[in-house]
C-alpha cells in the first residue's frame, strides 16, 4: 500500500507498505535547481486522479511471452503558490511493488531549468542487508558487497578496485539497483526504469537514518539535468516482496517502460554466438596488428611500412575457424574484435580521433569472410570499440552502419572504455544517456541489434527499443580472467544489474587455469565449476548469449557442450524456483519454440542442495532429462571440471535431490520423449 501526504511546511511525502510490513518510511520528494527556487516545500495539491490499468502484452523477446501489466494509478497535481510553479507526482503501485516520477506540465512560470540535485528519498525499515556496489559516475564493474546500510562507510574503500575510468562520489553512495533485505522480512529492490534524457541515479545513504536519497550524475560543470517543460523523469522503482523469487520473477521495470516503438520487429531475433574474443582477454592475443604504431594519428596510419607483430587475432584464417565451429554446432554469429585499424593506440591516452569504424586491418578480409559466413549461415557480429570518444563515434556511426549494412551484418556490440570525450562528461550523465538510446535508435533505422559494453546500465528500455538487446554494464566474465569474480557474484547480478535487462555476461568458460589459456601468464583462475558455467545461460537470463571460451577448450568437453549447444535464449515462461541473493538461484524456463524446459542452478562459496520437483512439466508427457551437474569432488577452484552427466525418463511427478559444489551449481534439459524407442531405451531417472 502507498500512502501519499502533504507535510505541515508542504512538502510531498509517500510511504509503502507490503503486507502490514513496513517498506519505505514516509520519505520526502522534490528538487534543488540552479539559480531558482527549490521545488521542495510550500506545495498545496491543486488535485488528484486515480487510475487503473490490467494488461497483457507480449516482448518480442524475453523470459515470459506475455507480461501482465496491473496497476493502480495516483496522479497528484501540486502547484507551489509562492512561485506559481507546477510539479506533479504520478504513482504507479503494483502486486510486486511500486513506481513514482515527476511531470513538469507546459506553464510560465517554470520553461527551462537546471536540476542541482533531485531529492527523492528512500528511507528504509532500519539497518536493512544490503547487496551494493560503491557510487561511481563511470563503472559498474565491482563486485557486489554484501552487509548492513550501517557498514558501508566503513567497507566501501575496499569495494572499490582500479578501472579505467572511475569516479566514486560519497562514502555512502551506492549505485542502483541495489537488494535489500529489512529485518522484518522483506527484500526490497531500489532502481529506476525508463532513464531517457535524464541523467543516472545513484543513491547516497543518510546513515544515522537509514535514509537513502537520490543522487544524479552531474555534466560536465556540475550539474545534473537540463530540463524543459513539458517533461517528465525517470521511475523511481521500488520492488517488494517477502519471498526472495519474487525479486527475480518481477516485471514492474519493464512494466514502467513505454510499449514497444518499432512498427516492424520481424528482424530483431535472439542471438548465439561465440567470437574471437577470450584469446584476447586472458590468452595474450592482441587486438592490434603491430608494436611498431604506438602513437600515431589515425589518419597517418600506414601498415603496409610496419611489422606485424604476429599475435593478432582477427585475421582471415583465424576468423574463418571460428566461423566453422560455429556453422558446425548452430550458432548464429561470430564476434570480432580487433578487426578494424587502430588498437595500437585506443586506451589511456584519450585520444579523439581513435577508430574509423569502418577500414579492416590488411590481414583480415572483410567482404570474404562475411561471404564465407554466410555461405555457411552464419553472421559475424560488429565491432565498435569507442575508446568513450563518442563525438568521433556520433561522427562516423551513420558510415559504419552502412558498412554493416553493405556486409550483411545486424548486430554490433560497443564499447565505452575510457573517460568520456567531450571531457568532463560521464559515462552515466544526461549527455551519454542521450547518446546511448540515440545509438540504438539510428541502428534501428538500420535493422541492426545492440550490444553496449561500460554503458548506463539497463532500466527496461528494451521493451521500447527491443533491438538493445544485450549491455554489459556490470562485471562480467572478463574480470575471472583479470583477477577473478567470486563465486557469489553471479547469485547477486540477477537481482541488481539484471533488474534492469539483459547482461551480455558471456558465459561458458571451461578451462578455468588462464595459465594454460595463456603459458606466458603465471596465475589466473575463472572461480566456477564447469557445471555452472552451463547454468549460467539459464539463470543469467539474455537473448543474447556467448559461448566465450575458445573452440578448442570446447572440443575437450563435447558431452557438456551439448547443453550450451541445445539451451534456447529466447523462452515461453520461467520459474524461480529457489533464490537467495549472495547464496543460491534456480530457475526453470520453457523455450518459447518447443515443449523443453530448462532448469540452471548456480551457487555461491556456501555451494547448496535443491529438492526440485518437476511439476511445472506437462502431466501429459514424459521427458528425457539430461542433468549436467557437478561431481561429489568438485569445487569451484580445486577442482572444478569435475562434471557428471546423467540422463534418464521424468514427468511431472518427478522429485531430484541435486547439489551444487561450492561456487557450483546445474543445468538440466527436459525435453518430450520422441518415440517410443527412445522411451524404451532409457530407464527412469535416478540420480547418483
Ligand atoms: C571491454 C569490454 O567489456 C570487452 O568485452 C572488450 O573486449 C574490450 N572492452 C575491448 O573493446
Ligand atoms: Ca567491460
Known sequence: MLDFALTADGRPTYSLTCDGKDAILPSTLGFELVKAEPLLAGFRIDGVENAEEDETWQPVWGENSEIRNHYNELLVHLSQPATERK???????????????????????????????????????????AWWIAGDYDTQEYEYTESRLSEIRHLIAGAVD?????????????????????????????HEAALVDYSCMHLNLDDQNMVFESWLTPDAQGNKGHLQCPVKSPWRAIIVSDDARDMLASNLILNLNDPCAYDDVSWIKP???????????????????????????????????????GQHSANTENVKRYIDFAAEHGFDQVLVEGWNIGWEDWSGNEKDYVFDFLTPYPDFDLPGLNAYAHSKGVRLMMHHETSASVRNYERHMEQAYQLMDKYGYNSVKSGYVGNIIPRGEHHYGQYMVNHYLYAVTEAAKHHIMVNGH????????????????????????????FVGNTPG??????????????????????????????????????????????????????????????????EQFMDAFQFIKDVPV???????????????????????????????????????????????????????????????DAHYYDNPQAYKIQKGLVDNKTKLALKAAPGGGYAISIVPVADQAEAKALKKLKLK
Open 271 to 309: 542471438v548465439k554466438y561465440v567470437g574471437v574474443w577470450w584469446e584476447m582477454i586472458g590468452g595474450g592475443k592482441q587486438w592490434s596488428y603491430t608494436f611498431d604504431l604506438p602513437s600515431v594519428k589515425l589518419d597517418q596510419l600506414d601498415y603496409s611500412k610496419t611489422k606485424p607483430h
Open 162 to 190: 582500479s578501472n579505467l575510468s572511475q569516479t566514486v562520489f560519497s562514502p555512502t553512495g551506492v549505485q542502483t539497483s541495489i537488494q535489500l533485505k529489512a529485518d522484518n522480512g522483506l527484500y526490497i529492490n531500489l
Open 454 to 481: 561500460e554503458a548506463v546500465r539497463p532500466t527496461g528500455l528494451c521493451r521500447t527499443y527491443p533491438n538493445l538487446i544485450g549491455n554489459e554494464s556490470a562485471r562480467g566474465t572478463e574480470y575471472e580472467s
Open 87 to 129: 510539479m506533479d507526482i504520478r504513482f504507479r503501485v503494483y502486486d510486486d511493488g511500486a513506481g513514482f516520477r515527476y511531470e513538469f506540465p507546459i506553464q510560465d512560470k517554470l520553461v527551462y531549468f537546471v536540476v542541482k540535485e533531485e531529492r527523492s528519498q528512500f528511507a528504509m525499515p532500519g539497518d536493512c542487508l
Open 489 to 554: 557474484h553471479t547469485t547477486v547480478l540477477p537481482f541488481t544489474r539484471l533488474q534492469g535487462g539483459p547482461m551480455d555476461y558471456t558465459p561458458g568458460i571451461f578451462e578455468m587455469d588462464m595459465t594454460k589459456v595463456n603459458p606466458n601468464r603465471t596465475s589466473g583462475h575463472v572461480n566456477s565449476t564447469l557445471a555452472r558455467q552451463l547454468a549460467l545461460y539459464v539463470t543469467m537470463y539474455s537473448p543474447l548469449q556467448m559461448a566465450a571460451d575458445i573452440p578448442d577448450h570446447y
Open 570 to 632: 529466447d523462452w515461453q515462461e520461467s520459474r524461480y524456483l529457489e533464490a537467495e541473493p549472495g547464496r543460491y538461484i534456480t530457475v526453470a524456463r520453457k523455450d518459447k519454440n518447443g515443449e523443453g524446459w530448462y532448469v540452471g542452478c548456480t551457487a555461491a562459496e556456501q555451494g547448496h542442495e535443491s529438492a526440485l520437483a518437476l511439476d511445472f512439466l506437462d502431466p501429459n508427457r514424459q521427458y528425457v532429462a539430461t542433468v549436467y551437474s557437478d561431481a561429489a
